[in-house]
């Protein structure tokens, strides 16, 4: 069983920072690779971006040369750093734990509680 914590979220005006953190506590060995997901209210749970073991990561069309995941193993921790935020970034953030095969995700079973990012304009 695993624990996800994500926490830095908040309240930001478009154009600004954030940098989000998610820290796993419990098994992990059977994972290889962690992701970050969005839910906007009526909106489906999409995947971010996510990164795998040896470095492999991906992101969303909608956020890429503005987000960055990167993680820490040994504070069983990965982050998102976010620049350059806009209204439509507006959502709440989970992560997730999972497997990449074959250059697709897999999620586990485990998520967090989710933290809120609002921009505004």
């Known amino acids: 069983q695993v624990s996800l914590a994500e926490s830095g979220g908040g309240l930001v005006l478009a154009g600004g920072s954030l940098t989000l953190s998610c820290t796993a506590t419990?098994?992990?060995?059977?994972?290889?690779?962690r992701a970050w997901y969005r839910q906007a209210p009526g909106k489906s749970r999409d995947v971010v971006a996510l990164?795998?073991?040896?470095?492999?990561?991906q992101y969303a069309d909608s956020v890429k040369d503005r987000f960055s995941i990167f993680r820490d193993n040994a504070k069983n921790t990965v982050y998102l750093q976010m620049r350059n935020l806009l209204p439509e970034d507006m959502a709440f953030y989970y992560c997730?734990?999972?497997?990449?095969?074959?250059?697709?995700?897999?999620?586990?079973?485990?998520w967090g509680q989710g933290t809120l990012v609002a921009v505004f304009s």
């Open positions: 419990g098994n992990t060995a059977n994972y290889n690779a």
């Open positions: 997730n734990i999972g497997n990449v095969r074959s250059g697709d995700y897999y999620p586990g079973d485990s």
């Open positions: 990164v795998a073991s040896g470095g492999y990561s």
